[in-house]
């Protein structure tokens, strides 16, 4: 076969021209908007019966794993709908990787500091989650860092 269509890396990528930092800051939005959808879906979301909005008292686990309340999924929620609408630019897009990565850092420190059964575990984070956020604040700050480079 000859021409535009010879083998598959002819087809057009919807991406191209996009900067990798804006690819990397409204993947990091749908997967923020996924966990937070999923974390009000019976089945993914285990104890869903013991969901509270709030606080250590909420008995629903996303994956069976993850510790989460109505307030931490509407969290999950708004970070996802942060990351899609700074993603649209570039500058957006880089504050949204390393300043979101900060708060989940921010976030995994008050998960150390804080006691998991006492009402000052608001979102309510359990050690799985300490983890997770300790992660993803590492990944997305170096994303926000390494993809928002300039080539030479």
């Known amino acids: ?22 690819r990397a800051a409204a993947t990091m939005g749908v997967l923020f908007l996924l966990v ?8 993914i979301t285990s104890g869903m019966d ?4 709030a606080g250590p008292d909420s008995g629903a686990y996303l994956f069976g794993v993850f510790q989460v309340s109505v307030l931490h999924n509407l969290v999950s929620l708004a970070f996802g709908v942060a990351g899609l609408l700074l993603a649209r630019t570039v500058t957006g897009a880089r504050a949204f990787l390393i300043g979101g990565g900060a708060v989940l850092l921010v976030l995994w420190l008050y998960g150390l500091a804080v006691d998991h059964d006492t009402g000052a ?4 984070v359990n050690d799985a989650d ?4 300790l992660g993803l604040g590492v990944v ?3 994303l926000g860092v390494l993809s928002g480079r300039t080539r030479p």
Not at 121 to 124: F, G, I, Y
């Open 1 to 22: 076969m000859v021409g535009p269509m010879a083998h598959s890396r002819a087809r057009p990528n919807p991406a191209d021209g996009k900067p990798p930092v804006r």
């Open 36 to 43: 937070g959808v999923l974390g009000f879906v019976p089945g």
């Open 50 to 53: 013991a969901l509270r909005f």
């Open 121 to 124: 575990n608001v979102l309510p």
């Open 130 to 133: 300490g983890w997770l956020h």
């Open 140 to 142: 997305m700050i170096a």
